[in-house]
């Protein structure tokens, strides 16, 4: 079993539109969560961290995590073409590094 | 504040040379995490330091090894290079090791094996 799963899409909306990223994880004791934007060519670049259930919200972006469910989302609202990217869920508990998912590639037409 | 720095930008090796890769976080960081992530493909996890000891190895072979100095800056060095190698290596750094530090990547090194 993978330790992060994520719909690889690519996953297109239009502009204006909500996206919607999950990602699925395989480690009960996890203790964090991140969202990762990666334009293409370039490195990953931060863009959300929640620790607790529930949702955490910042300008566009709201994480959601269900550690029952062992689930986490990410919800972009009035999606733009600049948010064209691959979208990386990573993963972090104690005494272990970063463990990613392989990504999911979102497309915004405008 | 500066970010955390990778150098090379690029780097061109022949097969069967070794390559260093140098990473340097961001001040104050004491944790160095690296990550190859081949064409296409996903970040797989390399190695993990923090405070200057190796915590954490991927599955990768012996030839990737690496160390952290004592101002927390640390290299990656791939021996016998083979073409598979090549790929866009990451450095990321964070605060601490436990497990609610937020991580940063530099921009990567470029490896090409040829």
């Known amino acids: 079993q993978k330790e992060v799963e994520q719909n690889s899409g690519p996953l297109s909306v239009p502009e204006g539109a909500i996206a919607s990223l999950n990602c699925t994880y395989s480690d009960r004791v996890s203790q964090s969560f991140f969202w990762y934007r990666q334009y293409s060519g370039k490195s990953p670049e931060l863009i959300m961290s929640i620790y607790s259930n529930g949702d955490k919200e910042d300008g566009r972006f709201t994480a959601q995590l269900n550690k029952a469910s062992q689930y986490v989302s990410l919800l972009i609202r009035d999606s733009q073409p600049s948010d064209s990217a691959t979208y990386l869920c990573?993963?972090?508990?104690?005494?272990?590094?970063?463990?990613f998912g392989k990504g999911t590639t979102l497309s915004v037409s405008s | 504040e500066a970010g955390v720095t990778q150098s090379p930008t690029h780097l061109i090796k022949t097969r069967g040379q070794q390559a260093t890769l140098r990473c340097s976080p961001i001040s104050g960081h004491t944790s160095v995490y690296w990550y190859q992530q081949a064409l296409g493909l996903g970040l797989q996890f390399l190695l993990w330091y923090d405070e200057g000891e190796e915590r954490n190895r991927g599955n990768f072979p012996p030839r990737f090894s690496g160390r952290q100095f004592p101002n927390y800056s640390s290299e990656l060095n791939v021996n016998a290079l083979e073409l598979e190698d090549s790929a866009l290596y990451l450095c990321?750094?964070?605060?601490?090791?436990?497990?609610?530090?937020?991580?940063?990547f530099g921009q990567g090194t470029r490896l090409t094996v040829v």
């Open positions: 990573a993963v972090k508990r104690a005494g272990t590094a970063l463990i």
């Open positions: 990321a750094s964070s605060f601490t090791g436990t497990g609610f530090a937020e991580a940063f």
